[in-house]
């Protein structure tokens, strides 16, 4: 699969997100955003198309914690643990959010959720494991583009809280 990277505001990114990008001053990331002509809707359709590692995918994840939406910020090759999620917000129940509600929620489809640019503002949380590189790369508010970010600025950006989410192999 090829990418192309693209210079106008028209880059691939999804038009809210591309206006969130400017009102933050971000306007450099549209022309390093990546389109690709068919949707990687999983971070290992992403990392193989941008041809990096799956660990330098940032996944955006809504789940429902009682309730309330919350996203969380993981690296493409790590799973959220739900119980540490519940531990770090202090609530009684985590689950995944519906579909809807991730629309609602964000703005945008799952597949193509962005770190920040939502509709609504939500509670963030960031996992550890993003530090671990460079650059990661995300959805830009579609399945079709993704832009690279360094990640501590990434989790400014979002408005998120550094934890350890991530699900522990056994």
Partial sequence: MTTT??????SGANPRFADALRELGLTELLGRTRRFPDATRTAAEAAAAIGCELSEICKSLIFAADGVPVLVLMDGASRVDLELVRQALGVEKVTRAKADVVRETTGYA???????????????????SLLAHDV??????????????????????AGATLVDVREQSS
């Fill in 136 to 157: 990661v790369w995300a959805a830009a508010g579609n399945p079709h583009a993704v832009f690279p970010m360094e990640p501590k600025e990434l989790v400014a950006q």
């Fill in 5 to 10: 990277n693209t210079e106008d505001d028209n």
């Fill in 110 to 128: 799952i597949g193509g959720v962005p770190p920040f640019g939502h509709r609504t503002k939500t509670c963030v949380l960031a996992d550890r």
